[in-house]
Every structure is written in C-alpha cells, then in structure tokens.
C-alpha cells in the first residue's frame, strides 16, 4: 500500500468536496491530510443567514476510524445552544456516535442542519465554566448529549 | 455409648448406625432416652467442628480454564433448550449478563425481538459475503476497484475486507469493546457477530477479544471478581449478596497466596467493613500529608477558621478571607490591643480565651485522627519491616540449622511466626480505622481492650524476632515464639470473631453512615 488509508481516503473526500460541495460549504485550506479549514455559510431562510463561519477539521492518522476533531474557529463562532464560545462542538456523531463511514461532508451537512433548526440564538447554559476548563481537543470532553431534537 | 465413641470424621454413616440402636432398642425406656441425649450431644460436635469463624465467608477459587468451562457448560445448556448453536446461546447469554433463566423465559415469548437484541441471525441465507458486489465501492476507503475480498452482515452494508479488519481491530484492541460492536454503517444497529470477527481479524485479535470476554463474563456476575494480584488469573466466587458487605467484611484467599476483599478488591481490610475503608483512605488522602504541618505551623482565623500560616511581619493579622483582624500570639481581636502592637500580654482577657478554645477544638478533632492514622500508618510501616525481616528470618534459619542439631522442618517455626505477625499487623491496622468511627460506648471499652491484647503480644512477639541467637539459648526462644505465636493468633481471632459477631448483630455504633 502506497498511501496509507487516511491519505487514500482523504484525497478522494477532497476531489468530492472541490466537485460537487454541499450548500453553503466551501474549502478555504486544505493543503495536507492533517488539518483542513472549511468555510460555512448560514443557510437562507434561518437564524444565521448571510453569516460566514470557519471550521477547523484535525484528522489523525486513524482516520476515518477515529473521529476528526472538529471545532469552530475565526472570530465569528455561531452562537448556539450547542456551540460553546471556544468553538466546541457538542454533536454526538463527532464523538462517541462517529462511525468511518462518516465523510467531512457529511459533517458538513450535520452541522448545517444543526444551525438551521435553532429557534433562538444563545450559548450553552454551561458556557462560561466550560470555556475556563475544557481542553484544547473536544474529544477530551465527555460529553453528555442532553438534547437529541437539534 | 454410640455416639460418644464415634470419631467426628465418619459422622454420616455413624448417625445410620445411631438411628439402628435407636430403633433396636425402642422397648427400653432408659435406652432411648439415652440415645436421645448422646444424639444431641452429636450434633453439637458437628457443628462446633463445622461452624466456621463469624470472621470468615464461604468461597471458592475460580482458575481461568474454569471460567471458560463455566460459559461453555452454561451456554451448551441453554443452546439445548432453545435449539440454538452453541456460539449462538454464548451471544445470547452475553445479551442477558449469564442470566439462564431470565433469558429461556423471554426468549419462549419474544424470541425474535432477544435474537435482534443479541445481533443472531438463526438462518444460514444471510452469512456474510466474502467477495465484493458489481459497482462496489468502500465506503470508508473510498476504494472502487472490484478485486479483493470484502465483508457485510445481513444489514447489507458491505466494506472492503481491509477496512473491516482495520475497524474490528481498533475496536477490540484500542476501545477495548467487545459487547456490541456495530456494523459500520452510521446509524446501523447490526452486531457484528462473533462468527463474522474471527474470521475477519488476525488470530492476536482474537486471542484479546477472547480475554475481554472472559473479563466481561466475570464483571456481569455479581458472585465473581478476578483476583487482584498481579499475573493472578484466578477468580473468586463468592455467593454472599453485595448489600450484605455493610455488616460482613468478605476477604477471601485466592490460589495464588494474595488475600482480599472480595467487596471491594482491596487488600485483606479485616475488620473494618468496605465502606467505613472507602471513607477513611478518602480522609487519608485529603488529610494526612498535610495535616502534621498545619498542626504545627498555622493557626486558625477566628472567625471564619480559614487555616493561615504566619510568614512574617507583625502580630497583626488580617485574615484575608474574612478581613478579621486579630492578634496572632493571643488570637483575640485586634482592636482590643490599643497600641500595643509588637507585644502581646493580653494572655487572660476572656475574648481571647474564647478564641483559644475555640481554635482548641478544632484542633482536638484533628488530633483526634492523627492519633488514629499514627497507629494506622506505623502497622502499615511495620508490616513492610516485618516483610524485610522475612528475608533476615530466612538466614537465622539457616543459622540455626547450622548452628544447632535442628532440622529444617524444626526451624520453620521462624518463618510462621513472621507470618502470622504480618497478618496480625493487617488486622491491627485497620482496627484503627474501625475505631476512628466508633462511637463511644461501653462496647468501645471491649474492642479497645481486645485491640490493645492483640497490640501487646503482636509488639513482644516482634521483638522476640529481632533478638540475636545465642547457641545455648535456641532451644528456649524455639519455644518462646512457638507460644507466642500461637498467643498471637488467638488474640487475632479474639479480635477478628468479636468485631465480626458486633457487625452482623448491629453492635457497634459508627458515628458515620457507610451504608452506600
């Protein structure tokens, strides 16, 4: 095997991507196989239209049989219930319901979804002793998922 | 007399043989009465010699290869009554936690719903494929080119065979999963099947996957516990119920030589039960290091009793807490001083009593517990001293085989009573833990007096060890450890048989629940 899987992986994910990328996803950076940033814009007719944010994915060498690490960056990180101000995401799929067959687009496409169907724009309750505690990789945290609807 | 001359030993044929006399001499009213009362004097030497000590707990040791023989018997039984293969009825019992009964009785009226839960396909149509479908691209790969062998269960998600390994593999041996492991699919609840893993993986894989369900098999139980000892791979079945371990203190001895609980893993806690343990290392490790030093380097603010220590500076104190100021020599307020500020003679005023005393309870309480882990501590210590003299025992055995016409066997002696003193340093230990919660009572007066027996022969045993032999005098200290020795171990069993008795009838009184 010449390149290994994640590189093998990832090349044919980026070729996707730069084809065909799904709505409001553009790639800003994505020169090697370790860290990549995408730019996502809020989707018409919701809470975030016209606002531009940044995702960093980190993928490690077991990808895709690890989860990136997924987090917001930039200085405009979404301001939603999920979504803490250090760009911390708490998204089930990024943690323990990750399954390989998850692609950065399908992230993408999560993410997104989850943006569009919040209803009010606000932090987490937990936000601030979060930020002042949590470590530099969200896949430290254990997270706990109060809410299944978002 | 039949009974009385009977020896302990052949008790069951002997009661036939008692119950024949009975029978033959029925006409004779003496005779029968005699039986009667020689029978009852019978049974009582049974169970004095059956009865085993309030401090001990019935197990037995489980090796390795039982453990295994243990899931293989259980699951052909059930594979019997479900009709069912062998690997199949293991899954389905892992499904239930070895439950055998819980599981025949859902399986008779939801069968279909436990084979789903349980990941089993009974049918033969479904087995996985092993060669990739026409278009087939991996879904985690990406790769698209149709040679190669690939994988997928009855859910039809099917993976490229190098893949499929990749993510059993770092299931089983980074996650340590074995339980359910899902098909790969987002969202897809399939089980990969045990079936389906050993084909897929590497022969080392299976051999890790093998031992996690060994472990799992004995975390689902709650009568089974591995023995903590390093290497050890033994378990020990245990058939007390878990809320029992409130009044009973279950050590038990593994194969292997390593005593402890079977509660809590620990290390033999005799006699101090699980939780009160729980409780104390806590207060250990919050306590103890630091506690020596604050004693005798700070003092308490009066007022908000924050703990300050003085590095400096004048008399006048600030707590920077509570902003309080008072007088560090006297520890009465501040503002009573005028300006008398670099010496204190306000020793007797009544508000800087207060403030005394106030700070001398408070000191008393801790005190009061360094008093307990002083004692706790230097068993402790002493014990790894007498581990050390251990190896010092094995050389004057030696010595004395050479020195004296004892044999070997003679002179073994020696290393038993190292080993009871150990045993007796364990249990003095955690005496002191046991007493640091008790209540005061008439009871407390009773255990310290059994405590402070066993402290005395087990300290003048030690030093009895440590003495240097004298040639002439072998023979005399041979015997004054033997007695010893066996003074020793009866003051353990004083100790252990009374606190143990206290536990189960609710005797003692802690001034602490442990109860969780």
């Known amino acids: 095997m010449a390149k290994p899987m994640f590189a093998r992986r990832l090349s044919k994910e980026l070729k996707d991507l730069a084809m065909n990328p799904p709505a409001g996803v553009d790639i800003i950076d994505a020169n090697d196989f370790k860290v990549w940033k995408l730019g996502l814009a809020g989707a018409p007719g919701t809470l975030y239209e016209g606002e531009k944010f940044q995702l960093e994915f980190n993928f490690g060498p077991n990808y ?18 999920h979504i803490y101000s250090n760009g911390h995401i708490c998204l089930d799929v990024l943690y323990n319901h990750w399954s390989p067959v998850q692609t950065v687009a399908s992230i993408c496409l999560s993410l997104q979804s989850m943006l569009s169907s919040c209803t009010s724009k606000e932090r987490p309750p937990d936000n601030a002793n979060y930020i002042k505690t949590a470590r530099a990789n969200p896949k430290h945290t254990a997270w706990a998922f109060h809410d299944d609807t978002v | 007399m039949s009974a009385g001359t009977i020896s302990e030993d052949e008790f069951e044929g002997s009661s036939d043989y008692d119950e024949n006399d009975f029978e033959d001499d029925d006409e004779d009213e003496s005779d029968t009465e005699f039986g009667q009362t020689g029978d009852m004097g019978f049974q009582d030497m049974i169970t004095e010699k059956q009865r085993k000590k309030a401090y001990e707990v019935d197990f037995s040791v489980l090796p390795l290869a039982d453990i295994m023989a243990a899931q293989t018997s259980a699951a052909s039984h059930v594979s019997g009554i479900l009709g069912v293969s062998l690997q199949q009825a293991t899954a389905l019992l892992r499904s239930f936690k070895w439950n055998k009964e819980r599981l025949v009785e859902r399986y008779m009226d939801h069968s279909q719903e436990i084979l789903n839960q349980a990941g089993i396909v009974l049918d033969d149509v479904h087995t996985p494929v092993l060669k990739r479908p026409r278009g087939f691209v991996c879904m985690i790969c990406f790769d698209d080119s149709s040679a190669g062998p690939a994988l997928g269960l009855r859910c039809g998600h099917v993976f490229c065979q190098p893949c499929y390994e990749q993510y059993l593999t770092q299931k089983i041996v980074e996650e340590g999963e074995c339980r359910r492991i899902l098909c790969p699919e987002s969202g897809c609840n399939t089980i990969v099947d045990e079936e389906t893993i050993k084909k897929a993986v590497q022969p080392t894989v299976i051999a890790k996957y093998q031992q996690l369900q060994d472990r799992a098999y004995v975390a689902d139980l709650d009568n089974l516990r591995w023995c903590p000892a390093p290497n050890c791979e033994n378990a020990i079945d245990c058939r007390l119920p878990h809320s029992s371990f409130k009044t009973v203190v279950p050590t038990v001895l593994c194969a292997c030589g390593y005593k402890f609980c079977f509660g809590c893993g620990l290390g033999d806690h005799q006699p101090a039960a699980c939780g009160l343990v729980k409780m104390w290392q806590k207060k250990c490790a919050d306590d103890s290091e630091t506690a020596n030093w604050i004693s005798a380097h700070t003092k308490e603010c009066g007022k908000c009793l924050s703990t300050i220590e003085k590095n400096g500076g004048c008399n006048h104190m600030t707590c920077r807490k509570c902003k309080y100021e008072f007088c560090w020599v006297c520890m009465g307020p501040w503002s009573e001083h005028g300006t008398s500020w670099y010496n204190c003679n306000r020793f007797e005023e009544t508000s800087s009593t207060d403030a005394r005393d106030q700070q001398a309870k408070s000191r008393a309480s801790l005190e009061r517990y360094l008093h307990y882990y002083n004692r706790f501590a230097n068993h402790e210590h002493s014990a790894k001293l007498d581990r050390d003299l251990y190896t010092k025992t094995e050389k004057k055995m030696e010595e004395m085989q050479r020195t004296s016409d004892l044999s070997w066997i003679e002179v073994q002696f ?48 030690s030093e009895l060890l440590e003495k240097p032999i004298e040639r002439e005098k072998i023979a005399e200290l041979r015997q ?31 001034f602490v629940d442990f109860s969780k």
């Open chain 2, 480 to 510: 004054q450890v033997l007695d010893k020795t066996v003074y020793v171990g009866s003051r353990r069993e004083v100790v252990l048989e009374d606190t143990a008795k206290g536990l189960a009838e609710g005797r003692w009184e802690f």
């Open chain 2, 414 to 461: 020696l290393k038993k009573a190292v080993d009871v003193l150990t045993s007796c340093r364990m249990t003095l230990r955690w005496t002191y833990a046991f007493a640091f919660y008790l209540a005061r009572n008439n009871m407390t007066d009773l255990f310290e007096d059994n405590q402070r027996d066993l402290e005395v022969a087990v300290e003048a045993l």
């Open chain 1, 64 to 81: 895709p049989l690890e989860s990136p690490q997924v987090l917001f960056v930039g200085d405009n990180v979404p301001i939603h219930p």
